[in-house]
């Protein structure tokens, strides 16, 4: 039998090869969180499969044969290729919309859990003016360690006399140990913290944590996002767990002083730590359905299944030599000419 290589055989061989090499590589990066490093020979094995089964489905096609079973198996692999595809896909292009939305969200925990405490306490003033007050000392705080202008200057002594009109208290003005202007701001939010407050100790200490901590890692947190994507994808992990357990620590000690009656913490824990997990990829890519997740899918479907449709598209039964190729690029007319005769 002559089995002559026509350009249609080279166009699919071609187009085979380049999009299953493809879906093999993403394949093995996605099925590496479950299988380790064993997932390079499965990977191999599923994408050697998936191009045999087009060489099978193209001669099936060019002899006429039926092609569901063979489709059906070739669908029953490749979605394994494509479920390992799109985790590696989508862990790739949104990891680090994934980590910018958890450290924003741990930013909203803290303000959160600081607002509910503070509600919670004994104040010598109405909600309004004590309110008032806060902003006014936490302005305070950041004018006193502002790099350019530390200490209590002008701005400073500005905002100090802001609340003693809404205290009508004199406010003592301290001095820093030193070059500590860390030490000096702490010192004045625990004196305004006395004058406008009726807490105890335990209540005192575990606001004045809870605000030095939503401080810092609302700091911390802006500081990293203006970073690069690289170094956002390598560090953002490491802020987050470390961001969480001091929030996990602040709310569980909130409720052991306030009492379960007053206030009642959940802990939270880091979505970010399943990045990378095929099921984290589907279960955030459904919750977040937008054009990026939309564009991934596409793009996971057409490496994964597009050569079988264009192959079944393309081939036509040709005849047992295979002299046309059997391909609809290679379709003539035919037929036998009828020569007039003239005489």
């Not at 039926?66 to 590696?88: D, K, M, Q």
């Not at 609340?163 to 003592?172: A, S």
């Not at 996990?248 to 409720?255: E, T």
Request: glycine share 6%; with cysteine; charged share 20%.
């Amino acid at each position: 039998m002559n089995k002559k290589t026509t350009p249609a055989d080279l166009f699919l061989g071609i187009l085979a090869l380049l999009l299953i090499s493809v879906s093999f590589y993403q394949t093995w990066l996605g099925l590496q969180q479950i299988f380790g490093p064993a997932s390079f020979v499965i990977a191999l094995v599923l994408s050697l499969l998936l191009l045999f089964l087009c060489w099978m489905l193209r001669n099936a096609k060019l002899e006429g044969k039926p092609t569901g079973s063979l489709v059906g198996i070739y669908i029953f692999i490749a979605s394994f290729c494509f479920i390992a595809n799109f985790n590696a896909l989508y862990t790739r292009f949104m990891r680090t919309d994934i980590y910018t939305d958890e450290l924003r969200e741990i930013n909203k925990n803290f303000t959160a859990l600081e607002n509910d405490v503070e509600s919670k306490l004994s104040y010598k003033y109405n909600k309004i003016t004590t309110q008032n007050i806060e902003i006014k000392k936490k302005q305070l705080i950041e004018q006193i360690k502002d790099p350019g202008n530390k200490g209590i200057g002008s701005r400073a002594q500005s905002l100090i006399r802001d609340i003693e009109k809404l205290t009508g208290q004199k406010v003592d003005l301290l001095t820093p140990v030193g070059n500590d202007y860390e030490d000096l701001s702490e010192r004045m939010s625990r004196q305004i913290d006395n004058m406008i407050s009726d807490l105890s100790p335990e209540e005192r200490a575990l606001k004045t944590d809870i605000n030095n901590a939503s401080l810092k890692w609302n700091k911390n947190i802006q500081d990293l996002l203006l970073l690069s994507k690289k170094e956002k994808d390598e560090m953002s992990q490491g802020l987050i767990d470390e961001s969480l357990a001091d929030y996990n620590k602040l709310g569980s000690r909130a409720q052991t002083v306030l009492g379960n009656e007053k206030i009642h913490f959940e802990p939270a824990v880091s979505q970010t730590q399943q990045v990378g997990k095929i099921g984290f990829a589907f279960e955030h890519a459904v919750k977040n359905f937008g054009m990026y997740q939309f564009v991934v899918l596409a793009g996971c479907i057409l490496l994964d299944f597009i050569i079988v449709i264009i192959i079944l598209l393309v081939t036509g039964p040709g005849n047992n030599n295979r002299n046309n190729g059997g391909s609809v690029f290679n379709n003539k007319r035919s037929g036998r000419t009828i020569i007039p005769n003239n005489n």
